[in-house]
């Protein structure tokens, strides 16, 4: 015998710890929005966006590449402002960042938690989320929050 079924009982368990890194990560940026939430009263999102546009087109765990961009649910607009780039590797980790000033691999939840504080403390960043914050909130939504 060759011993295949040992190197399928490898990809088995790489395909189980992939999906648990995956989803590690989204946990970080639904535990970031969490916190901008209370902070911004929910105006301020900062979301994995896949290279055809919204996690919304397609289910976020198959993404794996696009950009990292801040965006203000309540804004008239709702128009994304690009922070960053992102490419995720086939398990999970390494999770690659990408800015105009540096290019950094996550090898773990420690480490993107860090890079992603890094980056949104960075004055280029803190302009975006400025015209972010900035964008108008749209009239049925104003109406809503007087009317509670």
Excluded at 39 to 57: R, Y
Aim: net charge negative; proline share 5%; hydrophobic share 40%.
């Amino acid at each position: 015998m060759n011993g295949f079924a040992k190197f399928v009982n490898l990809g088995l368990n790489a395909a189980i710890i992939a999906e648990q890194n995956k989803a590690e990560i989204h946990q970080v940026f639904d535990e970031l929005n969490r916190d901008l939430a209370q902070h911004w009263d929910g105006k301020l999102q900062i979301v994995l966006e896949g290279a055809a546009g919204s996690t919304f087109m397609r289910p976020a765990r198959q993404l794996e590449r696009g950009s990292i961009a801040a965006y203000n649910p309540h804004g008239f607009s709702r128009k994304p402002v690009v922070l960053a780039e992102w490419r995720m590797s086939e398990m999970g980790y390494p999770f690659l960042i990408d800015t105009p000033h540096k290019e950094v691999y996550c090898e773990n939840r420690q480490a993107l938690i860090k890079e992603l504080q890094t980056m949104l403390a960075s004055p280029s960043v803190g302009k975006h989320i400025q015209e972010v914050l900035a964008q108008e909130v749209t009239p049925e939504l104003e109406y809503e929050n007087e009317s509670h």
